[in-house]
């Protein structure tokens, strides 16, 4: 491990990290609130940075197992930063870690009780950590500064959700801002129709960062329930199936180079969710009449499969059988080079395609079977890696959630929590519900809620390698 290298590289990201809290000054300074908290955690930003970003390096040859290093230590870095200003407001260390973990994993589970209470500018701060975390921090900055992109690759790979990353340009560095282009356009697309329906500015540009980056941290405690507009719901929810379709695909479809329906995940995600959909309305029907039924439950189906977490209706109080639905939801997540988390629909597509071939294989063991996604033919290793994957997320799932139960949770809000947390979703079930907080839970859950956070948003690996030995020994 070439640790001089890391060091350096997580000095230049919380140099150019300090930059981002100027948007929250501005935002104090214009409704004349203090500006102490981000002034705070803007220099202390720069006095982490400095000195690691003067280590002289000997060589700038980066595997990506400093990839991997740099963005672990980086998204925990940036996270610890991204707490200071709410300590400024009487929360305690680990609650404000929790909040800034939230916010950049566009995971969406909050501690505060009583949002209204909050400052306009700390709102602002929370959403555009959802904002950067949606798209990726390492990512936007490989594609502003030429000195991370020159070692993009091992970076993005690291982030990135999904199966691997796909060049869309020759160079890193344009395939990144090539993404951000898309995601700034949704972006001011967004807050255009969001002002014109009648939500104010403020909030327009709130709920815009939190619904594109799947994270659903809102301004108010009601959620998206707090307008009673159905109109800007249908919008929220267009944009949060945007959120979840992989943004490859739509700077393809931008370049009027492919036909987007063509992509098998894509065609997956959009049956997933009309299916889901359909079957919680007509669950729902014991409550609601046919419309009201189809407007939350499609609402709610989105938000949730997409992890995106808003709320227009508290789920917790429906039927079992939906709850249950939503519950699995959570694990399929969004596609794969999107900014949803969970599993993702390409993981479940070939694990499901795998497992039939293994049915067939073992009645019929003289057939020769394949598996295709689109018209390639699936390389073995990546079913070794999807099975890999799918393993030690079920192990982390299990053993966070015996955690929790010890710890004297119910099991529906253990699981629940678990849930929404790895899978960076945000409410859950139970005593954290839609309508509740993460507030009331022991430390030592709300700690272990944060790392399932962290290794949610970066796909376990990169996360878990920063754990074993041998990972750090090798230098080259």
Do not use: C
């Not at 929250?24 to 000195?51: C, K, M």
């Not at 941290?217 to 707090?226: K, Q, R």
């Not at 945007?242 to 992509?263: C, E, M, P, S, V």
């Amino acid at each position: 491990m070439n640790r001089r290298l890391v060091f350096n590289f997580l000095g230049r990201i919380m140099v150019y990290f300090s930059g981002v809290f100027i948007v929250p000054i501005i935002t104090a300074f214009a409704y004349r609130e203090s500006v102490t908290p981000f002034l705070a955690a803007f220099a202390i930003s720069l006095l982490i940075g400095i000195p690691f970003y003067l280590i002289k390096l000997e060589s700038e040859f980066a595997r990506y197992k400093e990839g991997y290093a740099i963005v672990g230590l980086g998204w925990l870095l940036v996270s610890i930063v991204g707490a200071i200003p709410y300590l400024f407001y009487g929360v305690s260390f680990l609650d404000a870690f929790f909040e800034a973990m939230s916010g950049f994993t566009t995971t969406g589970a909050t501690i505060f009780d009583n949002i209204e209470s909050l400052p306009r500018s700390l709102l602002l701060w929370r959403s555009l950590t959802q904002w950067l975390g949606g798209m990726g921090i390492i990512v936007l900055f490989v594609a502003i500064f030429p000195s991370l992109a020159k070692k993009g690759e091992s970076l993005l790979q690291a982030e990135v959700p999904g199966i691997k990353l796909i060049k869309i340009k020759p160079r890193l560095r344009d395939t990144a801002l090539a993404l951000y282009k898309i995601y700034l356009f949704f972006t001011i697309l967004e807050i255009t129709l969001l002002t014109a329906l009648g939500m104010s500015f403020y909030d327009a540009v709130n709920h815009t960062f939190t619904t594109l980056s799947t994270g659903g941290f809102s301004t108010h405690s009601e959620s998206i329930a707090y307008f009673k507009n159905p109109v800007i719901e249908g919008v929220i929810f267009i944009f949060m199936l945007i959120g979840g379709t992989n943004f490859t695909l739509l700077y393809f479809l931008f370049r009027g180079r492919f036909n987007i329906l063509k992509d098998t995940e894509f065609r997956a995600y959009l049956l997933m969710i009309f299916v889901a959909s359909l079957l919680i309305s007509v669950i729902n029907l014991k409550n609601f009449d046919i419309l009201t039924s189809v407007r939350y439950s499609f609402f709610q189906t989105a938000s949730i499969m997409t992890t995106t977490g808003y709320t227009t209706y508290d789920f917790d109080l429906w039927d079992d059988s939906a709850r249950l639905l939503l519950l699995i939801l959570m694990f399929i997540g969004g596609s794969s080079g999107s900014t949803g988390g969970g599993i993702k629909v390409v993981r479940i597509y070939l694990l499901s395609a795998y497992s039939i071939l293994q049915i067939l294989k073992s009645a019929e063991p003289r057939t020769a079977r394949v598996v295709k996604y689109g018209d390639e033919i699936v390389d073995k290793n990546v079913f070794y890696n999807i099975t890999a994957f799918f393993s030690l997320y079920i192990l982390i799932f299990a053993l966070s959630s015996l955690i929790l139960s010890i710890l004297g949770n119910d099991i529906i809000t253990s699981i629940s929590a678990v849930s929404a947390t790895l899978n960076n979703v945000g409410p859950a079930l139970g005593e954290v519900g839609a309508s509740e907080t993460y507030s009331s839970l022991n430390p030592i859950a709300k700690l272990v809620l944060i790392i399932d956070m962290w290794m949610g948003r970066l796909e376990v690996f990169t996360v878990l390698a920063l754990f074993i030995p041998s990972f750090w020994r090798e230098r080259w």
